[in-house]
């Protein structure tokens, strides 16, 4: 995590260790000094921890440099303190001693909008989430009676989760009588321009700050203080929806009576057009394996709350959403695998409770060819659940290895897979993350397909559900999954046959790094020809692997038998008791089994 550093003026020489000094001693018996998160010549904020309640809070001082400073300093207290809403901070007391004044809040871990920005701009749905946090909260401010005027990107702190608060009201109605007369506000181009100009502002200034936050979020760019002629948010950045653009830019209109009236009428007007869209768990990309000492101390978190249950053997692998470890269940003795989410995503209540639904649907599937799940626990913060212990690679890391697969392998692997979706989609549960890597080989050469269900519970149906892999990479997902439309068991018929393709050609069929890439090459181009990458491959095999990749559902097969008769009938279906190549496949497997990767 980055700490939000809230704008240190230039020139100035901050020294740290005087104000931890100088704050220790007046207020050291309350409270345990941890850090500074941010520090300007009069006022430091501290992460602190309240040594009578046990809990960490936010501890901002102000050193006596003149009446009117400390005056706007517990104004703005007080302004805060008229509030209450989660997605503002609380203050829970203010006081001076001595030449120091000071006032304690919630702790928020999290950076501010700002730098958050840096990294670029929010995710689509973490736009919409923040949208509503923000409207629903100046909601609230507008029902005290406090516009706030002005929110600088810098103190809206955003949480792991995606969440926004408001932590600053240095500039709002309430605080206005007290701000110095000489104090030109930073960030006026989140200030609406009657606000500008010293007008206190009434709601539809608010729209216009809210208007100009997620503009920042969803562009990545400031809006310009005059917003007559703003660029249009699609135009630099055209997965933006068009719901949220027509909200952020009627905000943005210059004349007050233009915008929305009060934040109730644009949150309504948005969510009317936004659809459902779900807030993603966690950001891809943020649950990669670490370094070595976060893997450590992971580790050991995880064994403690294992506790007597299970005994931590080895890593089997990272994905997405947490770490698969081959354990040993110490009630019935024998080993099983073990995924844990990763403990961001079991932060939401929410999710926590669809993993659990997801879980007991895929907990009811009995094949083969599926993975069976056997339990799904957690402790001490960590959620997981244990299945069956696979002792093979998975499809990926045997192209990886060995290249393209012999023709009657990849034969046996769809037979199976489609056996095994059959059975799913006859129960009512779409896989939608059928990937090489979700498709573990045994030692025998059989295919076991794991993670069912558990892309929709974890990651929700907004755009892109459950649709990029472990590499964030889209290749495997169907076009209506990455359009973000409602999906059906053709998707998995689908997604197999892109894995179809991956077997045979050692690559996927649509190679763009991006969901917008992929969608346009699945949409616009033609899969690679089999036929001209290997011999083996006939005209009917062909043809019946391109219908599962149609773009439009209604192309493919309607379902995992027809496919199966259709491919059967392209291939010749081995007679029962030969074999053929499995051997050497199960030679190959086992070869693999004795050289694990690294
Ligand atoms: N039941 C299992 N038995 C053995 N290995 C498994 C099992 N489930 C998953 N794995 C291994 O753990 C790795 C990580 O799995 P996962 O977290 O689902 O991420 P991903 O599927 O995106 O690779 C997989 O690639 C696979 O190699
Ligand atoms: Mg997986």
Redesign the pocket.
């Known amino acids: 995590m980055t700490t939000p550093v809230f704008g240190i003026p230039a020139g100035h020489v901050t020294d740290p260790a005087a104000y931890f000094q100088r704050t220790e001693a007046v207020l050291g018996h309350r409270f345990r000094l941890d850090t500074i998160v941010a520090s300007s010549r009069e006022r430091v904020l501290f992460r602190a921890h309240d040594r009578t309640l046990k809990r960490q809070v936010s501890l901002r001082v102000n050193f006596f440099v003149g009446d009117e400073i400390r005056t706007w300093f517990l104004r703005e207290a007080e302004a805060l303190a008229q509030l209450d809403h989660p997605a503002i901070r609380h203050v829970y007391d203010a006081g001076t001693i001595g030449d120091l004044a000071f006032r304690v809040g919630n702790w928020i871990d999290g950076e501010g909008l700002d730098e958050a920005v840096k990294r670029g701009p929010r995710l689509i749905p973490a736009v919409h989430g923040l949208a509503r946090d923000l409207l629903s909260a100046l909601d609230h401010a507008h029902a005290c009676g406090i516009i706030l005027r002005r929110i600088a990107p810098s103190s809206l702190l955003i949480g792991f989760s995606g969440h926004g608060t408001v932590t600053d009201a240095r500039f709002s109605s309430w605080t206005l009588p007290a701000v110095p007369s000489d104090v030109v506000p930073t960030d006026q181009a989140y200030m609406a321009p009657e606000v500008r100009t010293g007008g206190v502002g009434d709601p539809a200034s608010d729209i216009y700050t809210a208007g100009a936050i997620l503009y920042l979020a969803a562009t990545g760019l400031e809006p310009p203080l005059d917003t007559a002629g703003v660029r249009r948010p699609t135009e630099i950045r055209p997965t933006i929806s068009r719901a949220m653009e027509r909200v952020i830019l009627r905000a943005l209109r210059p004349a007050p009576g233009d915008r929305y009236m009060n934040a109730v009428e644009m949150l309504e007007d948005f969510a009317s057009d936004a659809g459902t869209f779900e807030t993603p768990a966690v950001l891809p990309g943020t649950l990669r394996p670490g370094d070595n000492e976060d893997k450590a101390r992971w580790e050991k978190r995880l064994r403690r709350a294992l506790g007597d249950d299970y005994e931590l053997l080895s890593s ?9 470890y ?1 354990v040993r269940d110490l009630h019935l003795e024998r080993e099983v ?1 073990l ?1 844990v989410l990763h403990p961001l995503l079991t932060r939401d209540p929410e999710v926590v409770e669809r993993f659990r639904r997801e879980a007991q649907l895929a907990a009811r599937l009995n094949h083969l060819n599926i ?1 069976n799940i056997y339990d799904i626990g957690g402790r001490a913060g960590l959620i997981w659940y244990t ?8 499809v ?2 045997l192209v990886e290895r060995d290249g393209p697969l012999p023709l009657d392998r990849t034969l046996r692997l769809l037979r199976e897979a489609l056996s095994a979706l059959s059975h799913a989609h006859g129960s009512g549960l779409v896989h939608r ?1 059928i ?1 090489p ?2 498709m ?1 080989i045994e030692r025998d050469g059989g295919l ?1 397909i ?2 069912f269900g ?1 892309a929709l519970a974890l990651r929700g149906q907004g755009k892109f559900g459950g649709a990029t ?2 590499s964030g990479t889209p290749q495997f997902a169907s076009p209506e999954q990455l359009l973000g439309e409602r999906v059906d068991q053709r998707t998995d018929l689908y997604s197999l046959g892109a894995v179809a393709f991956f077997a045979l050609l050692g690559y996927p069929p649509f190679r763009g790094a991006t969901p917008e890439q992929v969608l346009a090459l699945q949409t616009l181009n033609d899969p690679p020809s089999l036929t001209g990458a290997r011999g083996d491959v006939s005209e009917e095999m062909e043809q019946v692997l391109r219908r599962a990749l149609s773009p439009e559902p209604s192309g493919r097969f309607p379902s995992a038998a027809e496919f199966l008769q259709a491919l059967n009938r392209a291939t010749r279906v081995p007679a029962p008791g030969d074999r053929g190549t499995d051997w050497e496949w199960a030679k190959a497997a086992s070869r693999w089994l004795r050289f694990p990767p690294p």
């Not at 089997?316 to 698969?324: D, E, K, S, Y």
């Open positions: 089997l692998g990272a994905g997405g959403f947490g770490r698969v081959r695998a995924k993975v299945m069956e212990l696979i002792n093979g690679p998975s990926a890391q993350d990937k890597e979700n573990l076991r794991t993670d558990l892999s472990q």
